[in-house]
Structures are given as structure tokens and as C-alpha cells.
């Protein structure tokens, strides 16, 4: 009976260190709707995760040629610029492979879910980085900015 009990504890402790490695800001869940609107307005990357994993939820019902959502991530001064170009990919669900974009989602409806995880590596201290949804006339509502700290 006390080894199980030693069992447990070791398990607790095992599974506690787990969430440490595991560190959240190592990944962030956003969630959106059939609003234009999400519930994450600024990400903070620590620089002791290797990767960053975004996963950006539509819990919403409408399809993504009327209420689309996605997650593009830029350098705060490429944003607008980029912004501008993407608008006009309609055809390619407003991505393209423009190398300012640091990583990004698929454009999403409701009820679906888009996983993308980046290298830290690309990031830098002292940049500052926004993320918008490229659907047109969603950035107003759909934008934040990530940054990179140090732990
Ligand atoms: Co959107």
C-alpha cells in the first residue's frame, strides 16, 4: 500500500513536471466565431520554446467564403503592406507565398480547426510582430501582436 502510494506521487510529480515542459506560452488556442472577431489580442513567445504552435479554432457555422478566419503572422512593418496583397488572393483562400509571412493557418469555416506550429528561431528580441485574419475587412477586428521574451 505505501509503494502505491510512492507510485502516485511519483506519477503526480511526473505529470506536474509534464505542464512545466509544456510551458503555455510555448502554444496559444484562439478562438473565433461567426463574428468577426477572436478572443487572443496579444501572444507573448518565450524564447526557451523551440517551437510556437498556434491552433486557431472556428467555432462558429457559417463557411469560410462568408465568415472566413485565418492566423497570418508578420513583421508589425510588413503587415499592412502584406495585408494589401493578400486581400486580392481570393482564389488561394488570401494567402500567398510571400516570404514576409512568418507563418500562418488555413483560412477556415465553422467547425474547423487549423494547426500551425513555426520555428522560434525566426523570431527576434525587440521586434515587434502583429497577426491578422487576411479575409477582407476583417483586420480591424482581427489583429494583435506577438513578441518574443526572454525567460
Ligand atoms: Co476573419
Known sequence: ??????????????GATGVCVASPRCQVTIHSDDRIHWDTPDIKVSNVCENFTVTLVHDGQLSKDVMGHNWVLAKTEDSEALLRILIAEKDNDYINEDP????????????????????????????????????????????????????
Not at 500500500?1 to 511526473?14: A, E, I, Q, S, W
Not at 512568418?102 to 477556415?108: E, G, Q, R, S, V
Open 100 to 151: 514576409r509571412i512568418i507563418a500562418h493557418t488555413k483560412l477556415l469555416g465553422g467547425g474547423q480547426v487549423s494547426v500551425v506550429t513555426f520555428d522560434v528561431s525566426k523570431l527576434q528580441l525587440g521586434q515587434a510582430y502583429s497577426f491578422f485574419c487576411s479575409y477582407p475587412e476583417h483586420v480591424k477586428l482581427m489583429q494583435g501582436t506577438l513578441e518574443l521574451i526572454e525567460d
Open 1 to 14: 500500500m505505501k509503494d502505491l502510494f510512492r507510485y502516485l506521487v511519483v506519477g503526480v510529480l511526473l
